[in-house]
């Protein structure tokens, strides 16, 4: 794959969109994690080409397009499951989320639109949100207890987690996530045949208690050719060329940005 860097979009435009009390937050960021660990701290670097307006998406094969890409982060269109998620586990956990989500999929307003809903048909991909942000979805959580439970426990849990239900019969569309600061993990929770994703130019298909890992920065779409809804656990992680300190920035980052929809 051709890994040549390509400047896309108008870096000036992003910073455009931030409302002042949005600026004003990330400054003030910026000045606790300078205090703490100096102006060349990752988080700090990426607070000062946002507010510049340098915090373009670079283009990589055509496939890598974030809203905003921070600088010195490795990112892969694929990675390696179990390098970041115990799979030994995946067929009882998704036994647990499956056994909760037949419980509850026939009660009224157990579901929403998608957060993406613009990638896909209106209806057709829905979703149970259980943390957006740093902040938990109380309903969620009383509905399927034991899946907050398990979401909670993933290493290095990142902004998103969400159980994704796909109708019959339907595709979301070519999109990517916000930023290169994250890695999916997807577990199959209840899967018909002719389902399958595709991340940059490679196509997989997931099965039944088995995790699949990659960085949602990267294009990738989804369908669903089968006669039955498709199900799936999504659940974020921060990347893991990350250390502890500049997640924990990231995160207040992160918070800020989700708040002004940058990061939804």
């Known amino acids: 794959m051709d890994l040549k860097e390509e400047r896309l979009g108008n870096g000036e435009a992003l910073c455009e969109r931030l409302s002042a009390n949005v600026q004003a937050a990330l400054a003030a960021v910026r000045l606790l994690i300078v205090a703490k660990h100096g102006a060349s701290a990752l988080p700090a670097i990426f607070i000062d080409d946002l507010l510049a307006g ?134 199959g929770i209840q899967i018909p045949p002719n389902c399958g994703i595709r991340v940059a130019q490679t196509t997989r298909d997931w099965l039944e208690g088995r995790w699949i890992a990659f960085d949602d920065c990267f294009e990738h779409e989804v369908w669903n050719h089968s006669q039955t809804e498709r199900v799936v656990l999504v659940v974020n992680a921060w990347n893991s060329a990350l250390t502890e300190t500049e997640i924990s920035a990231f995160s207040m980052i992160s918070g800020i940005l989700t708040g002004d929809e940058m990061l939804t």
Not at 139 to 151: D, S
Request: overall charge positive; aromatic content about 6%.
């Open 54 to 187: 340098r915090a373009q998406a670079p283009r990589r094969a055509s496939y890598l397009r974030p809203a905003l890409y921070v600088r010195g982060v490795p990112s892969h269109p694929w990675r390696h499951a179990p390098n970041i998620i115990d799979v030994s586990r995946g067929a009882a956990i998704a036994t647990i989320i499956r056994d909760e989500w037949n419980k509850i999929k026939d009660l009224p307003n157990s579901l929403t639109e998608s957060l993406n809903s613009g990638v896909a048909k209106s209806g057709a991909w829905r979703t149970l949100l259980f943390k957006q942000g740093n902040k938990w979805n109380a309903h969620a959580q009383t509905l399927m207890p034991r899946t907050k439970a398990i979401i909670e426990a993933t290493p290095r849990l990142g902004e998103l987690a969400f159980l994704s239900v796909l109708n019959a019969g339907h595709h979301i569309g070519a999109h990517c996530g916000p930023w290169n600061l994250r890695t999916n993990l997807h577990l």
